[in-house]
């Protein structure tokens, strides 16, 4: 393959001389073109060896002199770097650079408020003050200060609408301190000043995602892709929202357009294999999962995604293979978890899946979905007691939550026991009276129980 860098003529005639061990000159340029190619190379003890010697040559030159202290800095001498700045700012009080360098020194050295002033000092007369607001905004969010952040990120945006940079970090702050309606807020401005920003709408989209508006999002997106119809980033979460609108198919289409010729991005994969399943595709799902595992063999989701294919194709002993290597890699997932025990009661297995379900609810006692599954699975096998049981605790580990009361009524009407099914239909009812449809729909059989129809006529009246 050819070769199209070419070594600059100063640096094959600085390593002739060094062989040489002869005088070694050039001009300020020519010794700065060397320095760039070695820091361009990775040569960066070349480099500060080619600085050192470039200011014995030339002394009182400020642009060598900048590069040694940005070449000590690199070598953790900050201290001498600091004290050379100190020498440069006397001869030349007026260089942006020199508070630029001083500035990034001083966030090296985590004292980032001195590196606030520094970069202050830069501001006025930078050539492109929209990035040294952008340096105070990283300083300020080093110190915590995410008020001070997005004002000076805001001051960025100002100067130049299109700097992605300072875009970016909004959007870094907003999710990070969950000020979703402040997010869409702020990019709305930025959009009514930069209307044809692609970046803009596609973080305000973003945004409406985290604030579960996703019809807004999916509007802001399309912009973005008005824009810009190659922006990947907008493809992708174009996608995602059609899935979370129950849109899968279109979905599947969004995410195929955010991949590029080469693209291995597990998780692209991954979330076709997902809209798949949700579609009951569970052919195309699977393929799309095992792809996503060949790229990334540690990605839980994607094995447990296989396991659930599996179930559903009436392959549970395989299922168990997959749903279990899912878990090695992510141990305390309740979801997973209560999957799998779930998955060992349809084998027959029902120590391993109690003994399952019984992990899942160490790993999070509060988890609501996983004491209801629970009780239903020993319910289904005739297990009253055991399943009552499990509900008690329940009770104890989720106070007064609704769903569990009227579980426990269900099981107990269903089991004849009709005194005290009818007194927990009526706690139920008083914690959540619209809980009495989800489980009037997960227990049918209650609608053929004349006890239970009995006490729903009174607490109707």
């Given at each position: 393959m050819e070769d199209n860098f070419k070594t600059p003529w100063q640096v094959d005639q600085y390593e002739k001389l060094a062989r040489q061990k002869t005088s070694i000159y050039f001009d300020v340029d020519d010794f700065e073109e060397i320095i760039d190619h070695y820091l361009m190379t990775g040569s960066h003890k070349q480099s500060l060896q080619v600085a050192n010697h470039a200011c014995v040559v030339h002394p009182a030159s400020i642009p060598l002199m900048l590069k040694k202290a940005q070449l000590l800095a690199t070598f953790n001498k900050e201290d001498h770097a600091l004290e050379l700045l100190a020498a440069v700012e006397n001869l030349d009080p007026s260089n942006?650079?020199?508070?630029?360098?001083?500035?990034?020194?001083?966030?090296?050295?985590?004292?980032?408020?001195?590196?606030?002033?520094?970069?202050?000092?830069?501001?006025?007369?930078?050539?492109?003050?929209?990035?040294?607001?952008?340096?105070?905004?990283?300083?300020?969010?080093?110190?915590?200060?995410?008020?001070?952040?997005?004002?000076?990120?805001?001051?960025?945006?100002?100067?130049?609408?299109?700097?992605?940079?300072?875009?970016?970090?909004?959007?870094?702050?907003?999710?990070?301190?969950?000020?979703?309606?402040?997010?869409?807020?702020?990019?709305?401005?930025?959009?009514?000043?930069?209307?044809?920003?692609?970046?803009?709408?596609?973080?305000?989209?973003?945004?409406?995602?985290?604030?579960?508006?996703?019809?807004?999002?999916?509007?802001?997106?399309?912009?973005?892709?008005?824009?810009?119809?190659?922006?990947?980033?907008?493809?992708?979460?174009?996608?995602?929202?059609?899935?979370?609108?129950?849109?899968?198919?279109?979905a599947i289409g969004a995410y195929k357009e955010s991949m590029a010729g080469d693209d291995m991005d597990p998780m692209k994969y991954y979330y076709i294999g997902e809209c798949h399943e949700k579609l009951e595709d569970y052919h195309n799902a699977k393929a799309y999962y095992l792809k996503s595992i060949r790229l990334d063999p540690e990605l839980a989701d994607a094995w447990v995604g296989v396991g659930v294919c599996e179930i559903e194709n009436g392959h549970p002993s395989e299922a168990v293979k997959h749903i279990e290597k899912g878990l090695s890699l992510d141990?305390?997932?309740?979801?997973?978890?209560?999957?799998?025990?779930?998955?060992?009661?349809?084998?027959?297995?029902?120590?391993?899946?109690?003994?399952?379900?019984?992990?899942?609810?160490?790993?999070?006692?509060?988890?609501?979905?996983?004491?209801?599954?629970?009780a239903e699975a020993l319910s289904a096998r005739q297990e009253t007691e055991e399943a009552r049981k499990v509900l008690a605790k329940g009770m104890e580990a989720l106070p007064g939550n609704g769903n569990i009361l009227y579980f426990m009524a269900a099981i107990l009407f269903l089991a004849g026991k009709n005194q005290e099914a009818g007194f927990f239909l009526e706690e139920a009812y008083l914690a959540d009276k619209g809980g009495l449809n989800n489980i009037m729909t997960r227990f049918p059989k209650l609608n053929d129980n004349p006890a239970f129809l009995e006490t729903l006529d009174r607490l109707l009246q």
């Open positions: 942006n650079d020199i508070f630029l360098t001083k500035g990034a020194i001083y966030s090296q050295l985590k004292d980032y408020e001195k590196a606030i002033e520094e970069y202050n000092k830069a501001v006025f007369g930078a050539d492109d003050p929209d990035f040294v607001y952008c340096n105070i905004a990283i300083e300020y969010e080093n110190l915590g200060n995410f008020d001070k952040t997005l004002e000076y990120l805001d001051k960025a945006l100002m100067v130049n609408p299109d700097n992605d940079l300072a875009i970016y970090e909004a959007a870094y702050c907003f999710d990070l301190l969950s000020l979703t309606e402040e997010g869409i807020s702020f990019f709305h401005r930025l959009i009514d000043r930069n209307p044809y920003s692609t970046e803009a709408w596609f973080n305000l989209g973003v945004s409406y995602i985290n604030a579960g508006l996703y019809e807004k999002a999916l509007e802001a997106l399309e912009y973005s892709l008005a824009i810009d119809k190659q922006h990947e980033h907008s493809w992708f979460h174009k996608g995602y929202t059609l899935s979370l609108l129950n849109r899968h198919t279109e141990p305390d997932n309740v979801n997973y978890l209560s999957l799998l025990a779930s998955t060992y009661f349809s084998l027959g297995n029902h120590e391993e899946a109690q003994n399952t379900y019984e992990k899942a609810l160490k790993a999070d006692p509060r988890d609501e979905e996983t004491w209801l599954e629970y």
